[in-house]
């Protein structure tokens, strides 16, 4: 077969399953409302939890920065793109995870592929969350690990696979997300760092959607459940709740500087820019100051499920009181088409929810993911209730 006749058959495939996709230009700031096409919609799709991509005070921190670095870094970390900025998001992001460093990549992606490629290789274990994020299952086949995965949030199936792999050759990694992107669910953290402690098995987690959201300080979930011991690394993202780009990882001092002398991902790409850098450190200061607004944020994420709930929607395995309460709200569908058909009459009636369909999500569980931020209002809330029911009737 002609390469030209498998790419387009391949697309022809994807259309008639319902799961081609196509972009969607916003003509506006990330926000509660945008612009699609010359008019201006209710969103539901951003990770921007607590508004910080459009805040004054992080964009005056870019601005700042701008003005001394420049744009771009010039250079990858290790010779010429390591300026003073990165020294200092570093240091700070340390210090809010309440590690001993923190080191700074130009993804979230990146981050989690250069720091599982860092800890494990061939010949290694690596047990895994079967719903964590796309990333980690690149992560773990770049390193040439095996991979053995558990269902969703099961401490009970992630311990009998630790106990099954107890004799393996080479080292022993447990990682998950610590709250699910596609519905909001959270990882039995508290279970599973015992298990790790128990086995002497590494652990890593993803906290790119708990970040800013959850704990205390927003330093995750692993901090509003009081796991401190025995996680061997924590990465997350500049880019959700922080409202900028960037990933990292925060660990012991040795675990960063095995990163920075392992990850190719690391090594091999030019450095975040520093005023990139400036305003993640901006929105940190916001995040650790001003906790009001991620307590608003999750309870407004409460009184949502629980109306879902009471409307008859299916909004995945959590109920409400159950688990901690995140900002990612699933409507679980089923099929593709359905799925696509919501969307595209919400967006009719002027709002922003795309659907969510496989590979993202299993077969059969297409849905739409509901994202709030603090930037929604009660108003907003409603608007959106009375437009699912209308769609469904």
């Known amino acids: 077969m002609r390469s030209a006749d498998f790419i387009r058959e391949t697309l022809d495939d994807l259309k008639a399953r319902g799961l ?30 607590l508004g910080l991509a459009n805040d004054p005070r992080v964009k005056e921190a870019a601005r700042a ?20 900025a990165h020294a200092r998001l570093e240091a700070d992001l340390a210090a809010f995870k309440h590690t001993e460093a923190a080191l700074v990549f130009p993804t979230g992606y990146m981050t989690n592929l250069g720091v599982v490629t860092a800890l494990v290789g061939r010949g290694d274990t690596v047990i895994m969350d079967r719903a964590n994020h796309a990333s980690l299952y690149d992560a773990v086949r770049l390193a040439g690990a095996a991979l053995v995965r558990y269902p969703q949030a099961d401490a009970g199936a992630a311990g009998r696979l630790l106990e099954k792999h107890r004799g393996a050759a080479g080292r022993r990694m447990l990682v998950t997300d610590t709250v699910f992107s596609m519905d909001g669910r959270c990882a039995p953290l508290t279970e599973l760092a015992e298990l790790c402690r128990r086995e002497n098995c590494m652990l890593l987690l993803d906290e790119a959607h708990a970040t800013g959201v959850l ?12 796991i401190a011991e025995g996680i061997t690394a924590g990465v997350g ?12 990882v925060a660990a012991s001092r040795d675990v960063c500087d095995l990163v920075v002398n392992r990850a190719r991902p690391f090594i091999y790409t030019t450095a975040l820019p520093a005023a990139a850098c400036e305003a993640a450190r901006a929105a940190l200061r916001i995040v650790r100051s001003e906790p009001g607004g991620r307590r608003r ?29 995140t900002p990612i709200v699933p409507i679980i569908l089923g099929g593709p088409e359905r799925a696509l058909a919501f969307a595209a009459a919400l967006l009719e009636g002027g709002i922003f929810c795309p659907a ?13 993911r509901i994202s709030l931020t603090v930037e929604h209002t009660e108003d907003d809330m409603e608007r959106l209730l009375s437009a699912l029911a209308r769609i469904r009737c």
Do not use: C, M
């Open 297 to 325: 944020l999750l309870d407004l994420s409460k009184r949502l499920r629980t109306r879902l709930l009471e409307e008859g929607f299916d909004i995945g395995a959590e109920k409400p009181g159950a688990s901690v309460s």
């Open 65 to 84: 920065a701008l003005e001394r670095w420049g744009w771009g870094a010039g250079a990858s970390r290790l010779v010429a793109g390591h300026t003073e």
């Open 356 to 368: 969510i369909r496989p590979p993202t999500v299993p077969p059969g569980t297409s849905r739409l």
């Open 237 to 248: 993202t500049l880019s959700k709740a922080l409202g900028g780009i960037g990933g990292f």
């Open 20 to 49: 081609y996709r196509r972009l969607v230009a916003l003509g506006s700031a990330a926000g509660p409302h945008v612009e699609i096409g010359g008019r201006t919609v209710l969103q539901f799709a951003s990770n921007n939890y």
């Open 215 to 226: 704990g205390p300080t927003g330093a995750g979930l692993a901090e509003e459940l009081g």
